[in-house]
């Protein structure tokens, strides 16, 4: 059982940036996959923010716009991946949650969730 935290979520104000962190109990280079999703007010399940892949590769939904706000980076030495987030909105308030898979959804094992709240 992988075991995954979370770290980073804050309160912070409309323009600013957050990084998150996920840190894995497992050497992350043996997973297909690890990424960020989050839920938000606005969404009624959770959402796919970014994936990325042992070779560096990135993923962002075709339909994403917020990959020219959002990045997404791993450090395999310290087994944690990131999400880079700026000009954060209002509309960015909620829980994101990290992830690992081997390819399916079925073998997705999740972190707690990071609250992350964008107001005034």
């Known amino acids: 059982q992988v075991q995954l935290v979370e770290s980073g979520g804050a309160w912070v104000q409309p323009g600013g940036s957050l990084k998150l962190s996920c840190l894995s109990s497992?050497?992350?280079?043996?997973?297909?996959?690890m990424g960020w999703f989050r839920e938000t007010r606005g969404t009624q399940q959770r959402e796919w923010v970014a994936s990325i892949r042992p070779d560096g590769e990135i993923l962002f939904p075709e339909s994403n716009s917020l990959k020219g706000r959002f990045t997404i980076s791993k450090e395999d030495a310290k087994n944690t991946f990131y999400l880079q987030m700026t000009a954060l909105r209002p509309e960015d308030t909620g829980v994101y949650y990290c992830y690992t898979d081997f390819g399916d959804r079925s073998s997705a094992q999740w972190g707690q969730g990071t609250q992350v709240t964008v107001s005034s």
């Open positions: 497992a050497y992350i280079r043996i997973f297909t996959n």
